[in-house]
């Protein structure tokens, strides 16, 4: 689990939250999950549901003019460890080249410590988000052509 090479800020969130017990690491993700950025709720209507997870979420990803990656998620205040897990993915991809999400391990909760701290249903929800962004993201780059 160490191995795994993440972007930046994801490889630094991955060590803070395995140096904390349990406990502290499901009270660090439900912070950061305050952190997720807002999105408007008229903006939704072509963003993607993720129906393996729980609660409604739904997400968004784009290619900006430089074709960098914008991800947008959006998970109600009641599921805070899958805001968490949402509002890392964010911080970790967002801006960065598509590379950064095409390379992330296809089990993200489970290199970020999070395999027994959540529910098998939630678990495979984060990573059905983290799958279906990175489908996303690969239509939206063949949209795009080369580069």
Do not use: N, W, Y
């Amino acid at each position: 689990m160490h191995d795994v090479t993440l972007p930046e800020s994801l490889d630094l969130l991955r060590e803070e939250l395995l140096e904390v017990s349990p406990r502290d690491r499901l009270e660090l993700l439900a912070e950061i999950g305050a952190e997720l950025p807002g999105v408007d709720p008229g903006d939704t209507e072509s963003f993607e549901r993720v129906i393996e997870c729980q609660s409604p979420v739904f997400f968004d990803v784009t290619l900006t003019p430089e074709r960098r990656v914008h991800l947008r998620i959006s998970v109600p205040p009641g599921a805070p460890m899958t805001r968490g897990f949402a509002s890392a993915l964010v911080q970790g991809v967002d801006g960065q080249e598509p590379e950064a999400l095409l390379r992330l391990p296809e089990d993200l909760p489970s290199a970020l410590g999070l395999t027994d701290l959540v529910s098998p249903l939630r678990r495979s929800g984060m990573v059905a988000l983290q799958a279906r962004a990175k489908r996303q993201l690969l239509e939206r780059l063949s949209a795009a052509g080369p580069s």
